[in-house]
């Protein structure tokens, strides 16, 4: 959807160039997609379930389609482009909320005609689907919501109203005081009034119900998957994590239904003992900036590939694992308190790095030594993309503290090429070595 | 798995039967030797048939009674207080105490309209914590002015005889319980203490009428008894307490407490929340939902702990028809 403001950042791309860059974008996307799927489907005893979000990860089928179709009826879709969108009152709406982080190469090099290579893969990757009009997802929103978090999603989304409305939302940076809530909930009623006036329809406390209902399911599914992680290997990271992020734009409850399937196939399993690797392969925990499917498959790959191999047990991705993890708390079911819980849902147990307190994030360190503990970690994989400043300026603090804890934690810097594969072969392999020799160790005394 | 609300919403029911309509089946005062139960809660005396007593009410009477005969009966009231609050802390306020009942009936009813409710500003919280022991140290000044001899309040012994009984909202809210309407308000004349002391009970009950609904638990922070029994909090058997760690500070438990503690969201390392203000009701720990993150304590050891599932069997929103039980 065109606005009707003069183009403040992006330029108008030549017509036959956009079409071709477009054919090369589905050609490359389609292989890159083809090649990861078959790379997990090398994993033995892969869970059959995993079929259905293998189709939907391929982005051109049949929810692209089924999208086309609601539109087509007058729906609306709204985008997010950060995970501190309220999704809840897009569903309560009748809309269809679908996130357009990008996690795609090319485009990137595209964006970098507008912004220099030092910003953040994401947001270059953002701005080339943007220009070129390449990702149907992004192409069919009717808005965008930009929670303004990190410096790079804050000036994207302003790159971004070139092309579509725009609902910027100002997230407070320091979060746990009354009056930054008290701010947020302005935010989140504003929000909710643009939803109403988009879809035309009201927002009211029996639909924001049932939409608190649809995803405290999704969490409950969500945290289902997570449980089974903790114990023997039932399932690779990389399955999981695809799983969490085709939330990105699938219908929630279809969704929700797919992922307790796969959650019953893998108890199965667990009686069976059909493990995905050895029961002594040492279990990582991603985190740090996110991994985008499909691009970012690369460091998964190489993870649990590599030889020793390691697999990926939990991750704090706002990619991942804490998509649907944190539920819509409501005490009290008037539609003030639903409209509340759905607003603190949102910042409160966030812990990105966009957030500052005087403890140093102490939230996100808490729930990384948590995560730790409960799924009995063995090394930490602490992931920044080059132009991720935030993540990568938080680091210090959490070596020093796992250092302290004894926990092995390994800083890996890279970007969404493939170029530098060779390289992260070599320092991922090296981590691995040292933490399968240490449980040995370990398990010598 | 039992709800926390539920257990105690039976649990407040059986006590407020017990407590107030026991007597009408003959059961009188639990007296044993002359020693009758005194509870740390408003079990009011103007109950017709009540087997228990009021806390405040001993306590007045024992001290407008005078050292020589008043002080000794109120050994045992005392030592009973000491036990109950050793053990249960403040949890006689939302488990047993019939007003704090009739508060929670209240809100029930709020909530079933689906209708908001007010928080306290941090301002005024404090401030109904110094009303609160105003009103304790007023009782204690005032019932044992009337007790001392040649003391200038023996004058107005008749005037403000049990001064906090005569303002409290039970005085009200427990004839119109039992029915008997013509009990309520009665305004005193007989001189101008009595008159301005009836008009202050009137507006106390104006204000209990007001705020019940729409602040969570009003009165109870402004109770003197709930301001003694909170001081127990610190060492009370039952307790409420926190594994900081798994704490994702989502801010529900802070929520959904009726009297806004923020100690139990606040607070990353202390295992025990001991806020004064902690009433037990252990609405956060349904609601918190992490597993283990809050637990109900007994000493040590936890008896209920905060998870998943039960977050979502107490949350407002009902989920119907979860797929499979979530263990976290
Ligand atoms: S009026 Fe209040 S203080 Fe007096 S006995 Fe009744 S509840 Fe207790
Ligand atoms: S604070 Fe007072 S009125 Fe409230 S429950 Fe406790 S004793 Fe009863
Ligand atoms: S509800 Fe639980 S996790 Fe949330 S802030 Fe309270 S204690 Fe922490
Ligand atoms: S802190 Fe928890 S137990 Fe205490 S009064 Fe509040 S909700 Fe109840």
Partial sequence: MKTNNDPKYLPTLDPAEKDELQKAFKAGVQKTVAENIEKMKQVPNRPKAMEYFDQVADFFGQREKEIREFKAQGGKVIGFACMLAPVELILAAGAIPVRIDSGFYTPSKIGDRIVPVEVCPVVRSMIGLAMANLYPYLEMCDVIISPNTCDGKTKVCEILTDAFPVWEMNVPRIKDTPQAKSYWLEQVKEIKGKIEKLTGRSITGKAMRTAIETTLKATAASRRLLDLRKGSPLISGRDAMLVDQMSYFDDLKRWTDKTNLLCDELERKAVDKSYVAAEDTPRILLTGSPMIWPDCWKIPNLIEESKPQGLIVADEFCSGDRIYYDPVGVDEGSAGDMLKAIAERYIMPCTCPCFTSEDGNQDRIDKLLTLVKDYKISGVIYHVIRGCHLYAMEYMRLKRLFEKEKIPIYYLDTEYSREDSGQMKTRIEAFLEMLATKTQTDDLY | ?328
Wanted: net charge positive; charged share 20%; with cysteine.
């Fill in chain 2, 1 to 328: 798995m039992l709800k926390i609300t539920r257990l105690k919403l039976g649990v407040q029911i059986v006590f407020f039967l017990l407590i107030v309509y026991l007597g009408y089946a003959g059961v009188r005062l639990i007296e044993w030797k002359n020693i009758s139960l005194v509870l740390p809660t408003l079990s009011c005396y103007y109950t017709n048939h009540r087997i228990a007593q009021c806390f405040i009410r001993s306590l007045q009477e024992g001290l407008s009674a005078g050292w020589k005969v008043g002080y000794s009966t109120l050994l045992v009231p005392v030592i009973l207080l000491v036990i109950f609050g050793l053990i249960f802390g403040r949890a006689w306020c939302s488990w047993v105490c019939p007003l704090g009942f009739v508060q929670d009936l209240s809100i029930r009813i709020r909530k079933l309209l689906k209708i908001g409710y007010y928080n306290l500003s941090d301002n005024l919280k404090q401030v109904s914590v110094l009303v609160r022991w105003i009103f304790v140290i007023a009782i204690l000044f005032i019932a044992m002015g009337i007790g001392i001899p040649h003391f200038f309040l023996k004058e107005y012994q008749y005037d403000l005889i049990t001064p906090f009984c005569q303002i409290c909202p039970s005085k009200q809210i427990f004839p119109f319980v039992e029915g008997r309407f013509k009990e309520m308000f009665t305004v005193d004349t007989i001189s101008t203490l009595s008159a301005v002391m009836s008009y202050l009970a009137i507006g106390v009950f104006v204000f209990y009428l007001l705020t019940t609904s729409f602040i969570r638990r009003m009165w109870c922070r402004l109770c003197p008894m709930g301001a003694i029994l909170g001081l127990f909090n610190r060492f009370s058997f039952l307790s409420l307490r926190k594994e900081g760690k798994r704490c994702t500070k989502c801010g529900v438990c802070q929520r959904s407490c009726p009297v806004q503690v923020t100690e139990v969201y606040e607070e990353k390392k202390k295992e025990k929340i001991a806020s004064s203000d902690c009433t037990l009701c252990f609405r956060c720990v349904e609601m918190c939902p992490e597993k283990d993150a809050l637990k109900v304590g007994l000493f040590k050891f936890p008896i209920a702990r905060s998870k998943y599932k039960r977050f979502l069997q107490s949350s407002a929103v009902k989920v119907t028809k979860l797929q499979k039980e979530n263990s976290r």
